[in-house]
């Protein structure tokens, strides 16, 4: 018979779907969650004034660009997906690579992926029930259909996930342009009186400020998950850097005019007794039009919801791949190409989590949790400048960018410690669960026979089988 009638079996892998738009709209898409529309009011009451609160937000958008180039450098250096893992992994060994990937397993990422979930599920449903408010069952009930949606969605095709997230980062734009074109508009009409004495030093909160910068940075937060899907870029040189420097100026000019156009229609005393900030911009503005705002509030959950996802998969994979979780997280669906264990894998906890768990508590264990390990891999990139020289950088940041970056890091890291030590101390010993954890069950030759059974010869039989 001819070769044409049995044509050679086509590789099994996660194809490269990840476009320049859609990289912006993993990082612009994930980055602009609820907080901007809900409660920007943070900021403005640490740092005491409208002026200050103004400069926090550029100034922490500033440095999130720092460390979004670090990443930029460390994703065209260093192929392959996994974000933080795989970095730590690269510099400094598989022992704390492990327990980042630990921590984020068992609690950070489904306690995140539960909080976005839930603001999704009682937005979705606030215009059905005003003026009462939601019950909670309801939104539970709500919450669950959404995230269910998202680990169906990201579980049958990378393709429509990513024009999902095109679609709805496109509609956060469009809510935020809604926001900003008016009040720019009355500014330029003259409506000044909320921005005299901008920076009035009797109000100024010096003693705030870092707890300013630190919702600052959090608000900025997301520009590192397109280097969790490096391997699914086309071009990662040019379209990694660029899509992290793209996005990022998006979203500084989108959070820096959003407030400026709060500020303009509301005062600062209006603005720090609203529950909602972009309803009640909306209630002063457009009337009945405030009604429709939840529901852009829970499309941007969504978004959220879905770009968390789709890059976070992608480490428990890669995680897999290097032998550290069970090997049916490595596996890939042979039609639709993605990495379908690896998705699913967080919707028992998560959903375990949200229906049994103390959600915030669990984030306020983690929170410091992520810039210690954010600021451990752009140290990473500095000691890997010392010893691996020779490593192609196609991308080369000046040296002074990760260290500042580093620097505030664990300046934040220093602030959870000194603000909240109690929580942050629960947090510290439930990541060093992670250092028994790793000897149990990838440095100790005698693992258990339901880890052997998940990760050895016999699953590997049967992957070939199904193959």
């Given at each position: 018979?001819?070769?044409?009638?049995?044509?050679?079996?086509?590789?099994?892998?996660?194809?490269?779907?990840?476009?320049?738009?859609?990289?912006?709209?993993?990082?612009?898409?994930?980055?602009?969650?609820?907080?901007?529309?809900?409660?920007?009011?943070?900021?403005?009451?640490?740092?005491?004034?409208?002026?200050?609160?103004?400069?926090?937000?550029?100034?922490?958008?500033?440095?999130?660009?720092?460390?979004?180039?670090?990443?930029?450098?460390?994703?065209?250096?260093?192929?392959?997906?996994g974000g933080h893992y795989t970095y730590i992994l690269e510099a400094f060994g598989p022992q704390v690579a492990?327990?980042?990937?630990?921590?984020?397993?068992?609690?950070?990422?489904?306690?995140?992926?539960?909080?976005?979930?839930?603001?999704?599920?009682?937005?979705?449903?606030?215009?059905?029930?005003?003026?009462?408010?939601?019950?909670?069952?309801?939104?539970?009930?709500?919450?669950?259909?959404?995230?269910?949606?998202?680990?169906?969605?990201?579980?049958?095709?990378?393709?429509?996930?990513?024009?999902?997230?095109?679609?709805?980062?496109?509609?956060?734009?469009?809510?935020?342009?809604?926001?900003?074109?008016?009040?720019?508009?009355?500014?330029?009409?003259?409506?000044?009186?909320?921005?005299?004495?901008?920076?009035?030093?009797?109000t100024i909160h010096l003693s705030g400020l870092p707890l300013a910068f630190y919702s600052g940075m959090f608000?900025?937060?997301?520009?590192?998950?397109?280097?969790?899907?490096?391997?699914?870029?086309?071009?990662?040189?040019?379209?990694?850097?660029?899509?992290?420097?793209?996005?990022?100026?998006?979203?500084?000019?989108?959070?820096?005019?959003?407030?400026?156009?709060?500020?303009?229609?509301?005062?600062?005393?209006?603005?720090?007794?609203?529950?909602?900030?972009?309803?009640?911009?909306?209630?002063?503005?457009?009337?009945?039009?405030?009604?429709?705002?939840?529901?852009?509030?829970?499309?941007?959950?969504?978004?959220?919801?879905?770009?968390?996802?789709?890059?976070?998969?992608?480490?428990?994979?890669?995680?897999?791949?290097?032998?550290?979780?069970?090997?049916?997280?490595?596996?890939?669906?042979?039609?639709?190409?993605?990495?379908?264990?690896?998705?699913?894998?967080?919707?028992?906890?998560?959903?375990?989590?949200?229906?049994?768990?103390?959600?915030?508590?669990?984030?306020?264990?983690?929170?410091?949790?992520?810039?210690?390990?954010?600021?451990?891999?752009?140290?990473?990139?500095?000691?890997?400048?010392?010893?691996?020289?020779?490593?192609?950088?196609?991308?080369?940041?000046?040296?002074?960018?990760?260290?500042?970056?580093?620097?505030?890091?664990?300046?934040?890291?220093?602030?959870?410690?000194?603000?909240?030590?109690?929580?942050?101390?629960?947090?510290?010993?439930?990541?060093?669960?992670?250092?028994?954890?790793?000897?149990?069950?990838?440095?100790?030759?005698?693992?258990?026979?339901?880890?052997?059974?998940?990760?050895?010869?016999?699953?590997?039989?049967?992957?070939?089988?199904?193959?």
């Amino acid at each position: 018979p001819s070769t044409q009638a049995f044509p050679p079996e086509e590789k099994v892998e996660l194809r490269k779907k990840v476009t320049l738009l859609r990289g912006i709209s993993i990082i612009t898409g994930t980055i602009i969650g609820a907080g901007i529309f809900i409660s920007p009011k943070g900021i403005l009451k640490n740092s005491g004034s409208v002026g200050m609160s103004l400069v926090v937000w550029i100034a922490c958008g500033i440095l999130s660009l720092f460390g979004a180039l670090s990443y930029a450098e460390l994703g065209t250096s260093i192929k392959k997906s996994g974000g933080h893992y795989t970095y730590i992994l690269e510099a400094f060994g598989p022992q704390v690579a492990f327990m980042r990937m630990w921590v984020d397993m068992i609690a950070i990422r489904p306690a995140g992926l539960a909080v976005i979930a839930l603001a999704f599920g009682r937005y979705i449903l606030e215009p059905i029930f005003m003026p009462c408010g939601v019950p909670e069952i309801a939104i539970k009930l709500a919450t669950t259909i959404g995230l269910t949606a998202v680990m169906y969605l990201n579980s049958m095709s990378v393709s429509w996930t990513a024009r999902i997230q095109i679609f709805l980062t496109f509609s956060k734009l469009l809510t935020i342009a809604i926001i900003i074109v008016p009040g720019v508009y009355l500014l330029f009409k003259g409506e000044t009186k909320n921005f005299e004495n901008a920076f009035e030093v009797n109000t100024i909160h010096l003693s705030g400020l870092p707890l300013a910068f630190y919702s600052g940075m959090f608000a900025y937060a997301g520009w590192f998950y397109l280097n969790f899907v490096t391997e699914e870029v086309e071009n990662p040189e040019r379209t990694v850097p660029l899509a992290i420097c793209i996005s990022m100026v998006i979203v500084m000019i989108c959070y820096t005019m959003t407030n400026v156009a709060y500020y303009t229609v509301m005062s600062a005393e209006e603005l720090l007794a609203s529950d909602a900030v972009a309803v009640t911009f909306a209630e002063k503005l457009m009337g009945n039009f405030s009604v429709a705002v939840p529901v852009f509030v829970a499309l941007s959950c969504f978004g959220s919801m879905n770009g968390c996802l789709f890059a976070i998969s992608r480490m428990f994979f890669v995680a897999s791949r290097e032998g550290q979780l069970p090997e049916v997280l490595s596996m890939i669906h042979i039609r639709r190409h993605t990495p379908l264990p690896a998705v699913i894998v967080l919707y028992p906890i998560t959903l375990l989590i949200l229906f049994l768990g103390d959600i915030y508590s669990l984030l306020n264990f983690m929170s410091f949790l992520r810039w210690l390990f954010i600021g451990v891999a752009v140290i990473g990139l500095i000691y890997m400048r010392y010893t691996r020289p020779d490593m192609p950088r196609p991308f080369k940041v000046p040296i002074f960018i990760p260290a500042v970056f580093s620097l505030t890091c664990f300046f934040m890291v220093f602030l959870s410690l000194y603000s909240d030590p109690i929580n942050t101390g629960i947090g510290f010993a439930i990541s060093l669960t992670g250092i028994p954890a790793y000897y149990i069950f990838i440095h100790c030759e005698r693992k258990p026979k339901w880890f052997q059974k998940l990760s050895g010869q016999r699953l590997q039989k049967m992957q070939m089988a199904k193959a």
